[in-house]
């Protein structure tokens, strides 16, 4: 009955939402939903998270056998990206040892991997993200590459767009484990429009495990989350950024009093206000986070001018939110594309803005022929 | 809905017709080993073909299931060449890899499958070879690309063997056991007319020319093949062919240690799988019998294995 009435993107949203809050529920659906719902999470990188509550609720045995597995088969993967992760994170802290006053400060999936945050179970590591003082950056990239990290192919543009204008330098790859390796000295591009201070973020960092690895302090890994959402991505598909946020939000309040309060007073230190308004208001508004009122209230100090709240009110979940697969949606096309050029216009100053695009353009249709995948890589893990 | 009832239905109960209907709307389920899939096509061209390919294949006749994968192909055109024709596989609404030419649409649907086998079945150890049955013991034959896997593995099943997949081994790593995914063989260059000569019973889907992998034509899976996909066999015999032309027939007894090796390095997953594949695949070599057969003519190679096969 209800299903007649339902939109496409009503469906996609209370499909994902209840596999975030309840992923019991997800046992009772109906086979068609259930059908869904994988294809969905899998596209926003979540299988491996309900894959997870899943198995541990024991709720995997009554789900159908294609549904099973499914998540099986994405737990192993993310089970194997995780393996990958640590030994990865290993090396690494093995490269580093020898200079105990350079800090290694893990960033994101691996920081959550490394110091056993309850987001990191289920999550799908793709590469390791650490952050280091801006002055010992360039003797930690010479390092890797002497042990065995090489950069990416980038023309010179893009060495030079990574080098002035970002946060982090070009991409390092390890030439045998293959994995990435992004070098930052701040958390937003330089030309950005928020101006976090990396010093302040270095001074609060804390050990992982008494070992040599650190990690940002509490409050500010939530920060660089929203942070890293709101302003330094275009969020399609980004679901998954924003339940870590969620998760995140509910661990550190769970476990420390003060901790709201703390988390807005740090935001205003980092200049981060804006990413942190952005940050409750969306884990609040789609997935239920406790925040308590009076934070809500607080926070509003961070909100842009009322109409454009008003225009991201509708254009985020949009984007957060994948497309039905079977179903186009012009209004989720929109509010991507909007969001892409938002995703330009903060993280460069309009005239940078410019210049970037038309070489781009320049690079993409004038230089190079189109076509950016190539049949064979995508083919040869398959077929012989 | 009565789903049981009507789960023994095959594709060929509902005609060319309602196939096509089917693919071009709500999509058509299909049985394929172990694998519920729902196809959807919007390039009529290859409806016929398909159909004669899949008649023997269970039909998934209602929509309130999970399905394994979902595939569509699409017909396009790219915004330079306007006037060419080109088809889009979308896995889940994504598009793997670029567009191709429109004629080589059954090539890119049936490579797709294997892609999204591939990339999202870890709940089996993978392995890159070609897998038929005899007396009820599995013959594993892993290899490379060009290594003439398909071709003997046509040419076995037109011989008695029955047919689990001429790509996949697909093992279950607890139980060691192989699960059959019989699918279209999909011939290359030369082996096509080999096989059109060894097997005139092969059924053969239309021939494209000019893919990457050059020119293929499709080995419809024999029915009684599709009929007991359902039954999986334990792993009897593990044999390594090579064929080389003008070469010397050779087959010989491998150390089991080398076998190892060369299974685990041919599986698609084998890392991923970590522990359970290494100890997979040590079962695997410890109980079958491990081969490296090299061969010219294809005869001979079948007359070794089936002598093989039939020996106990």
Known sequence: MKRRTESASAIVRRLLTIAVQDPQAVASLPERDLDLLLRLARRVRLLGRLADRLERTQRLVQLPSAAREQLKSSSVLVQARSRVARWELNRLAAVFRESPAMRVVLLKGCAYLAAGMPNAAGRLFADVDLLFAERDLEVAEQRLISRGWHGTKLDAYDQHYYRVWTHELPPLVHAEREVEADLHHNIVPRTGRLKPSAALLLEDVQTIDGGSLYRLGDRDVVLHAMTHLMFDSDMADCLRDLVDIDDLLRHFSESKSGFWDDLLDRASELDLVRPAFYGLHFAHVLLGTPVPDAILRRSQKGAPWQPFEWVMDRLVPLALFPIHPDMRSRRATVARFLLYVRSLWIRMPPLLLVRHLAYKFYARRIRVSPGRRSVPDAGSAAKG | ?312
């Open chain 2, 1 to 312: 809905m009565t789903a049981v009832a009507l789960s023994r239905r095959t594709i060929a109960d509902i005609g060319e017709p309602e196939f096509a209907a089917r693919l071009a709307r709500q999509g058509l389920g299909v049985r394929i080993g172990p694998f519920d899939v729902k196809l959807r096509s919007g390039v009529r061209t290859i409806d016929s073909a398909l159909h004669r390919l899949y008649r023997d294949y269970v039909l998934l006749d209602g929509d309130d299931q999970v399905f394994n994968i979902h595939l569509r192909i699409v017909s396009t055109r790219h915004w330079r060449r306007p006037h060419k024709r080109m088809v889009r596989l979308l896995v889940d609404g994504r598009a793997p890899h670029e567009d191709l030419p429109l004629d080589q649409a059954l090539a890119v649907l049936e490579w797709g499958l294997n892609l999204a086998i591939a990339l999202r079945s870890h709940s089996w150890l993978m392995l890159h070879s070609a897998t038929v049955e005899r007396h009820g013991g599995v013959l594993l034959l892993p290899a490379w690309p060009g290594s003439g896997k398909t071709t003997l593995c046509t040419a076995l099943v037109f011989r008695g063997w029955r047919l689990f997949s001429d790509e996949f081994g697909l093992v279950e790593p607890l139980s060691g056991t192989v699960a059959p995914i019989p699918r279209p063989m999909a011939l290359k260059n030369a082996s096509i007319e080999v096989i059109r000569g060894f097997a005139p019973g092969a059924e053969l889907g239309p021939t494209i020319p000019n893919t990457r992998k050059g020119t293929i034509a499709h080995v419809k899976a024999p029915t009684e093949s599709i009929q007991s996909s359902s039954k999986s066999a334990a792993v009897r015999w593990i044999v390594f062919p090579r064929w080389s032309a003008g070469a010397e027939f050779a087959c010989e007894e491998m150390p089991k240690l080398d076998a190892f090796t060369m299974l685990a390095t041919n599986a698609f997953n084998y890392e991923m799988l970590g522990e359970s594949a290494f100890i997979a695949v040590r079962r695997l070599v410890e109980t079958a019998r491990c081969f490296r057969l090299v061969y010219s003519e294809l005869d001979r190679a079948v007359a070794f294995l089936n002598g093989l096969a039939d020996s106990k």
